[in-house]
């Protein structure tokens, strides 16, 4: 059976690495072979999973012209097997090429020809550099879930997202999963995301809720559903495995973002009603 290939795109510091991690996590818990792949230059998708920092696709092949097949992938927890494309240092060269790069070399050394259960990608969300969209636009994923929080700034993202979402899908491979919303505190949270879903004809498949437990495990280098597997988000994660499964029986319609004018107006929009609800 083709594998589950799934993609997390967001703004930086949304929390797409540890929602990524923890599905990655959670699906090797239920028995799955699961790959983990890491596209962002900071590197840093797999800390939660190998407890440390991975050498990178671009460091192994500047150390060797032809790394190996073990020198790319790395074991973590619950035999999670990880990878980090990597890119260069701050303000130094193109951040999308190390996706471009590591892909090829993922390929050169037969990594997507092993038997898979799942590929988990946790992409860096600016679609505008065209090796960002890699994943989305050379189709090494099926599903790709947007990971936001109610700020303008992360529905800005997001929206830029969509379009790339709708850009790269084609016939009946239509990309879009689903929205997933971080930091919830509030209704109001939930009330701003379904607005939103509802003005870009997406829709919304999970919310995680703002929590300090998170953060401990980021800081901790460990994985929520692991060390508190009694958290409520930890209990979301299971829900969201079964989602993101049942998707693949679905099929839902490709999203409509705003442009850039209405996203404005949806700002303003969100204000006057947050004033006349006592939302801010």
């Known amino acids: 059976m083709k594998p589950i290939r799934i993609a997390f795109y967001g703004k930086g510091g949304i929390g797409k690495s540890t929602i990524a991690s923890n599905v990655s996590a959670a699906f090797a818990l239920q028995g799955k072979r699961v790959l983990h792949i890491g596209c962002d230059p900071k590197a840093d998708s797999t800390r939660c999973l190998t407890g440390r920092r991975i050498p990178s696709v671009l460091e192994q092949l500047a150390l060797k012209e032809a790394p190996s097949r073990n020198d790319l992938v790395w074991k973590g927890r619950f035999q999670v097997q990880c990878t980090e494309a990597g890119g260069p240092e701050a303000g130094a060269g193109c951040a999308g090429l190390g996706i471009t790069t590591a892909m090829k070399e993922l390929e050169r050394t ?154 404005e107006l949806f700002g303003q929009k969100i204000y006057e009603q947050g004033a006349a609800h006592d939302w801010f």
Not at 126 to 154: E, I, K, L, N
Not at 231 to 243: E, G, I, T, V
């Open 110 to 263: 037969g990594v997507f020809e092993e038997n898979w259960d799942v590929i988990v990608y946790d992409v860096l969300g600016d679609v505008v550099c065209g090796g960002f969209s890699v994943p989305m636009r050379r189709h090494y994923v099926d599903q790709v879930y947007v990971v936001t929080s109610s700020d303008f700034m992360a529905l800005y993202a997001a929206n830029n997202i969509l379009k790339g979402i709708r850009r790269y899908s084609c016939g009946s491979h239509l990309l879009f999963g689903g929205l997933i919303l971080n930091h919830v505190k509030s209704k109001t949270d939930l009330s701003v995301a379904q607005l939103f879903a509802e003005q870009t004809n997406a829709h919304l498949t999970e919310y995680f809720l703002e929590s300090t437990a998170v953060k401990r495990m980021d800081f901790q280098r460990e994985l929520l559903i692991s060390a508190c597997p009694g958290d409520p988000n930890s209990m979301r994660f299971k829900h969201l495995l079964q989602k993101i499964e049942d998707a693949r029986l679905q099929e839902f319609p490709a999203p409509q973002p705003m442009e850039r004018e209405a996203l």
